[in-house]
């Protein structure tokens, strides 16, 4: 779907007018008309997640030590208190 939209300059207020010319770069007279053309573009397929299941989250802390799970539970409990600094 495409579409254009045809502006003359000299229908533009001030602040319309400003906005305009910083977004092209350029300062613009009143006898000019700019055309603004709204086209659709292409997005890339999304590719789904994969499956997961329950065996996947009992495995969450394979390969780490007890010191490592233990600080990830402590910060799991922190957060789960809503005590984190907020200045």
Do not use: C, F
Request: charged residues 30%; proline residues 8%; negative net charge.
């Amino acid at each position: 779907m495409g579409a254009d939209l045809p502006i003359n300059v000299s229908d533009l207020d001030a602040a319309h007018r400003r906005a305009l010319e910083e977004m092209i770069g350029r300062e613009l007279t009143p006898n000019q008309r700019l055309t603004l053309s709204v086209s659709e573009i292409a997005t890339p397929p999304s590719t789904p997640k994969p499956a997961q299941s329950l065996d996947d989250w009992t495995q969450v802390y394979n390969g780490l030590s007890d010191d490592e799970i233990d600080e990830i539970d402590r910060i799991i409990k922190t957060r789960a208190n809503l005590t984190r600094l907020v200045p």
